[in-house]
């Protein structure tokens, strides 16, 4: 059996020279945001910045020679870019300081402090990587503390569209059958999994509007899954395009038992509806289509209606002895009616287009 001889000391003194080397070479490989902004001479930056229009060109803020007060940052977009010099304008890009700070501070996949894999990767941000890793560090947390936490400036809208994406991925990423972030439906804040008592998913509101957002969200994310146009979703909705994303987004995280709502029973003229040929199928879709877009749109507005003034209407008629929750009990029933109106229509015209 050998034996390790002992290491000689000089042998020791060239490894700790060259992982100090080592350690040099990769601190100058991640530039300080104001040493990167600094090494491009004025004549090139003032260049950069004419063509970009003095504006960030992650966030949109503005300088101040377009009336804004952000402090702007030229960028390097490669550190070694193929056929031009490192200082060329066309490797140059304008951030203001707090985008250029955070791109220098982003967090990589490998810093996650959950297990994602590249399908996983495909649907989610960088910015989404750091939210994880605040949520392990200081989880749970309201949406504001979130966003304050974060290196990138972002607005709490913005975080919390990204938080319904990481509580949501198990439905968008076909691949992932595991929810990672969850939001607790008794305080509101956000979560690892482990980290939330009480989860939202599945979560059926008491609130008649946000019951009604609820279902609408489920609507259109089911009717998305089906391979409905989103123009014609736009329109039985009366909402506008990047709304039908949100909508989804946040459907596919709260996970909304639309089931729990459905009358039952057979589709309407389901039997003869099976018999029929392809073209008369099409021939009859084409008939009754804008009808029943129209029957949606009623319905969804009476259930929209009845959300904003249940609970106020009649208030003045009911004596003060009567019992408010027996008030509660026939508002729910009358916006639960409502709302099995609507999506019975919806379901029609799912089936339409």
């Known amino acids: 059996m050998s034996q390790t001889e002992p290491r000689d000391r000089s042998d020791s003194g060239d490894s700790g020279e060259q992982e100090a080397a080592g350690d040099a070479d ?9 040493e990167c902004h600094e090494t491009v001479d004025s004549e090139t930056r003032a260049e950069a910045l004419e063509r970009d229009g003095h504006r960030c060109q992650v966030c949109g803020r503005c ?10 940052h030229i960028h ?20 203001c300081r707090s985008c250029h700070s955070w791109i220098h501070q982003q967090a990589s996949p490998d ?29 749970p947390a309201r949406t504001g503390d979130i966003a304050a936490g974060l290196t990138a400036d972002l607005s709490v809208s913005a975080v919390r569209e990204r938080l319904w994406v990481l509580m949501g991925l198990d439905n968008i990423v076909e691949s992932r059958d595991r929810q990672i972030v969850d939001k607790d439906i008794e305080t509101g804040e956000w979560g690892l999994t482990g980290q939330i008592e009480t ?24 009717a998305l899954e089906r391979g409905c146009d989103r123009h014609s979703i736009m329109d039985v909705f009366g909402v506008s395009r990047r709304t039908t994303f949100h909508k989804e987004k946040r459907a596919c995280a709260y996970g909304f038992p639309l089931e729990a709502f459905s009358r ?15 073209s008369d199928r099409a021939d009859d879709t084409a008939e009754d289509e804008q009808q029943q877009l129209d029957a949606v749109v009623d319905s969804t507005n009476k259930a929209r209606k009845q959300a904003e003034t249940v609970g106020v209407s009649g208030a003045g008629d009911v004596p003060n002895e009567v019992s408010t929750t027996t008030q ?18 919806l379901e029609e015209v799912q089936e339409a287009l």
């Open 26 to 34: 990769e601190e100058a490989d991640v530039r300080d945001p104001h």
């Open 264 to 278: 039952g029973g057979p589709q309407r003229g389901g039997d003869d509806h099976d018999r029929k040929s392809p």
């Open 76 to 95: 390097h977009i490669e550190r070694d870019p193929d056929g031009m010099d490192e200082d060329d304008p066309r490797n140059l890009t304008t951030l």
């Open 328 to 345: 509660s009990d026939r508002n729910a029933v009358v916006v639960r009616n409502q709302l099995e109106t609507a999506i019975e229509a």
């Open 199 to 222: 989860s939202a998913r599945g979560h059926i509101p008491d609130d008649p509007q946000l019951l009604l957002q609820r279902m609408e969200d489920e609507q259109v994310r089911q």
């Open 111 to 139: 810093e996650s402090p959950v297990s994602l894999s590249e399908d996983d990767l495909t649907v989610l941000l960088a910015q989404d990587i750091e939210m994880l890793r605040f949520l392990a560090e200081d989880g």
């Open 63 to 72: 300088g101040p020679e377009r009336g804004g007060l952000a402090t702007l």
